[in-house]
């Protein structure tokens, strides 16, 4: 029986990127296998470009700039967008379950943890505070974000912490407009994030920041921490199985768009759940969808449901669009961070009518 009065706290060290996402999964599925106990844990990575399991790789990273500076590209098993990750970074992550958390609300349990998250990080010296959705700040500048995903019963809830980050090295990474890397633009985005070196004058050890960040989330919660110097049995075998799968181009790469032989409509549209991106091809002998494509910026369980979702929109008639979309969601349960069925509507609404503003 797994404990709920104690929170294993566990630090995997500096690891590659396929190496972090392999534990991710690992412990996940133990948590939700009940082989794991609730767990805290802290990572590092070398430099490593990570994109959302919902994103493509070409549309969010510069491939050719990564494989120049020996960055790593690897894709995280939980939505959300893509990130530059180093050893100027420390990551935390919760594993939890419904019960221990006392409600299956993601915006409630994303409070609750950020709070508790900027608490740790205000022990170091300074005045953190939560900002919704998802982000910790410090007069208005951000310090952490975070995102959760649900498998069954379990969460994973993680967060990131800026120690000495550089920021033009990420707008280097990311795949963004060229006027973004001008020398007023990276100074402007400098502006909007917070490293607790500038913060605190000094760079803080690592020990103390990992020491006030699980204190914290001990006291949230009202439990005790156990230190913990590796993984269990069962988790070094799910750790090893996840590995012959993520460390591979086919788990990378899944999301890129194969060719078609039909002209590609695009649209990007935003709401309160996050950034989509829709590609579609359209018959327009039949006004039928062929193919659509959901990438983005989103969170979503279970992570096929848009694969799913995909699959169920082949060869849909136009006109039956809103009423397939909605059905999909009234057979498919799930878990939605702000995100709703009208969100997926709108946006591949969007890229079919592209196609009237196209010469």
Not at 123 to 128: F, T, W
Not at 213 to 238: H, I, M, T, Y
Not at 297 to 311: G, I, K, Q, S, Y
Not at 317 to 334: R, T
Request: charged share 25%; proline share 4%; net charge negative.
């Amino acid at each position: 029986m797994r404990d709920p009065g104690t929170l294993r706290v566990l630090d995997t060290g500096l690891r590659r990127a396929a190496e972090n996402m392999a534990l991710n999964r690992a412990l996940l599925e133990s948590h939700q296998a009940g082989t794991s106990p609730h767990t805290l844990r802290f990572l590092r990575f070398t430099p490593s470009a990570l994109i959302g399991f919902h994103q493509n790789v070409e549309q969010e990273l510069r491939t050719d700039y990564c494989a120049a500076q020996g960055i790593d590209i690897q894709r995280r098993i939980t939505g959300g967008g893509a990130i530059y990750f180093d050893e100027t970074q420390i990551g935390w992550e919760l594993y939890l379950d419904k019960a221990f958390l006392g409600t299956a609300d993601m915006g409630a349990i994303a409070k609750r943890i950020c709070e508790a998250a900027a608490a740790g990080i205000g022990a170091l010296g300074v005045e953190a505070r939560y900002r919704p959705r998802n982000d910790i700040e410090v007069d208005g500048r951000k310090i952490s974000g975070t995102g959760g995903a649900f498998d069954g019963d379990s969460i994973m809830y993680q967060g990131t912490l800026l120690i000495d980050f550089d920021v033009e090295r990420m707008l280097r990474v990311l795949r963004i407009p060229a006027e973004k890397l001008s020398d007023k633009a990276i100074a402007s985005a400098r502006d909007r994030v917070a490293n607790l070196k500038d913060l605190t004058g000094e760079l803080p050890s690592f020990d103390l920041v990992r020491k006030h960040l699980a204190e914290s989330f001990a006291g949230a919660f009202g439990v005790r921490l156990q230190w913990a110097d590796g993984l269990n049995d069962a988790e070094e075998k799910a750790f090893a199985e996840a590995m012959t799968e993520i460390d591979s181009p086919e788990w990378i790469y899944q999301h890129n768009r194969p060719a078609i032989d039909a002209p590609l409509l695009e649209a990007v549209s935003r709401s309160r759940g996050g950034t989509l991106r829709v590609g579609v091809s359209v018959d327009p002998g039949r006004e039928r969808l062929k193919q659509v494509w959901i990438t983005g910026d989103f969170f979503v369980t279970p992570r096929r449901l848009v694969v799913d979702l995909e699959a169920a929109l082949r060869n849909t008639p136009l006109d039956q669009l809103e009423a397939n979309v909605m059905a999909f969601f009234e057979h498919h349960p799930a878990e939605m961070l702000m995100l709703t069925p009208g969100d997926f509507i709108a946006a591949i609404r969007a890229a079919v009518e592209s196609r009237e503003a196209s010469p």
